[in-house]
């Protein structure tokens, strides 16, 4: 099991920008596929992306394609979330997960998939 800690959360106005980040420890990351979710009260948590390992082949949704970037740093041990041209509808708890994956090309998309994660951090876009 790889241990996983999120931080760059905050509060950000309407069409700014935000950076997360997820650092992995416990075991190296570059033999795991990881993604980004993210949660609001009440609701189930949503797939926002997710990055295969080595190959760092990407999935986005449909939300937020074309505004936020997954990228991943192994020698690091970090995976990132870079948030750009942010909405309120964007505002939520964001975790991030692994999932050990023997392909390079694997992406996993659906919660199920991963198991492990992070606490989350806290996003608020204001208008």
């Known amino acids: 099991q790889v241990h996983l800690v999120e931080s760059g959360g905050g509060l950000v106005q309407a069409a700014g920008s935000l950076r997360l980040s997820c650092e992995v420890s416990g075991r190296p990351s570059y033999n795991y596929a990881m993604g980004w979710f993210r949660q609001v009260a009440g609701k189930e948590r949503e797939f926002v992306a997710a990055?295969?390992?080595?190959?760092?082949?990407?999935v986005y949704s449909e939300a937020i394609k074309g505004r936020f970037t997954i990228s991943r740093d192994d020698a690091k041990r970090t995976l990132y979330l870079t948030m750009n041209n942010v909405k309120p509808t964007d505002t939520a708890i964001y975790y991030c997960?692994?999932?050990?994956?023997?392909?390079?090309?694997?992406?996993?998309?659906?919660?199920?998939?991963?198991?492990?994660w992070g606490q989350g951090t806290q996003v608020t876009v204001s208008d």
């Open positions: 997960a692994a999932t050990r994956s023997l392909s390079n090309i694997y992406v996993a998309i659906t919660a199920d998939d991963y198991g492990s």
């Open positions: 990055i295969s390992r080595a190959s760092g082949d990407t």
